[in-house]
């Protein structure tokens, strides 16, 4: 299975990097149970290479749809930490039945637009959402204040003005791959392990500032990027409706003309 234990061992064993693992001690037989492949270092790497495949290929593979539940009076949900960027949110409101987009804006806006910076979103009236706005909504504490500041680390998607009832929302965002434990599958680990093998190697290249080895990578990886470009081409250029070859196509067409022999 070409999961991030697997991806890991071919770095490390075509880059001859055994210091980034922990105790190969059969270099010449890898699958030897005495070699423990426990990461030190080499993930770093290998989820470098994943990020900029996400961001270098932008195709249907990568985007997707999540469902979370708006709670009343809630004015924001948390995002996963492998969502890259959000295309729409959609509202689905099992109460009046119905479905309906939310209106893009920015987190100032909205500030301007319930109530200013002095006071906070969520002391807005209730109401049904109408907007949507990516951001943080971080905690506001003076000068002198020990209180902690709320973490900026995770995304939110601001929702306003807070929910009068509970709704389903929709986001339907761009997600990259989340390498994180051993068993973890990504789209190129488990379809393309050998270019996401050669992007983390050329990520390894950048940080040891190796101007020439960076070039030796980036050039057969975007000859590869190139190829599954051109099948992402194919693949969403093909009409939907399906094709005749000639002699269907002729035959169509004179069985639907009605000639009068007089």
């Given amino acids: 299975m070409t999961d991030l234990l697997f991806i890991r061992k071919k770095f490390v064993s075509l880059s001859g990097r055994y210091d980034l693992v922990s105790s190969v001690i059969f270099p010449n037989n890898l699958d030897n149970v005495s070699n423990n492949w426990t990461d030190r270092g080499a993930n770093f790497f ?12 932008d195709f249907h593979k990568m985007s997707g749809e999540l469902t979370f539940s708006l709670a009343t009076t809630a004015t924001s949900l948390n995002l996963s930490g492998n969502v890259r960027a959000i295309r729409e949110v959609v509202v689905q409101d099992s109460v009046d039945d119905e479905q309906f987009n939310l209106i893009k804006k920015d987190v100032r806006w909205l500030r301007w637009k319930f109530g200013g910076d002095a006071s906070t979103l969520g002391s807005t009236d209730v109401g049904e959402p109408k907007y949507y706005a990516p951001g943080l909504l971080r905690t506001a504490v003076s000068p002198n204040a020990t209180t902690a500041v709320t973490t900026e680390v995770q995304r939110q998607l601001v929702i306003m003005p807070p929910a009068d009832r509970t709704y389903t929302i929709l986001a339907k ?10 068993t973890d599958i990504t789209f190129f680990s488990h379809q393309f392990p050998e270019i996401l093998v050669l992007a983390a190697m050329y990520q390894m290249e950048i940080f040891n500032r190796n101007t020439q080895g960076q070039r030796d990578h980036l050039e057969p990886l975007r ?7 051109d099948d992402v081409v194919k693949e969403e250029s093909e009409d939907t409706e399906p094709r005749l070859n000639a002699w269907d196509f002729i035959h169509d067409q004179a069985s639907s003309l009605r000639i009068e022999v007089l």
């Fill in 223 to 229: 000859a590869a990027l190139r190829r599954l470009d």
């Fill in 173 to 182: 965002v761009d997600l990259e791959g989340n390498l994180e434990a051993d």
């Fill in 46 to 57: 290998i989820q470098a290479g994943q990020r900029f495949l996400d961001r270098e290929m």
